[in-house]
């Protein structure tokens, strides 16, 4: 492969790749016939990216006794410390909706990572908080996570990787809250 100025061994310039090599959904899902549509194709090669990613998060966390979906709290709680969270803008704010938000913030109280304090304003509302050793965890992770976080960049360029950001911010506005009409 010819290398382009400016970008890695192995990248490839996504406007000139025909349409026969971008095929790596169909052969990671061991497809025999094609797509019904170039959308089609989109939208399954986004969900097998996807599952990748969340599998290699998993692999990562998931020997400290953490589950992807206690991670993504752990890391909005991160995100907002020393400010605490309501429980209902954790679901809101998660990657993949769970309706067992209370039971996740349980294991991770349980586990001393996460603190919960109900509201002296509204007695309704449970404000949720990163404790020392939740921060402790996520530094012990961050080396590891950021590793795969950067593997993108061993096949993409940074143009091409702000390109995909602004496709995908696309996508997500596209859809919503909600993938119907």
Known sequence: MKRAEG??????????????????????????????????????????????LRNSITRIVEPFGVTHQQYNVLR??????????????????????????????DRLESKGWVRRDRCTEDRRQVHCRITPAGLALLEELDPAIDLVDERIAVVLDPQEIDSLVSLLDEVIEAYGESPLP
């Not at 090599?21 to 170039?38: C, D, H, I, K, V």
């Not at 429980?87 to 039971?103: D, H, N, Q, Y």
């Open 7 to 52: 970008k890695r061994e192995g990248a490839r310039d996504l406007a000139e790749t025909p349409l026969d090599l971008a095929e790596g959904a169909r052969r990671a899902l061991r497809m025999t016939r094609p797509f019904r549509s170039r959308s089609q194709q989109a939208a399954i090669s986004l969900l097998v990216a996807a599952e990748r």
């Open 76 to 105: 909005i709680l991160r995100g907002v410390h020393p400010d605490p969270l309501p429980t209902l803008e954790i679901g809101v704010r998660m990657i993949e909706s769970t309706p067992g938000v209370t039971r996740l913030l």
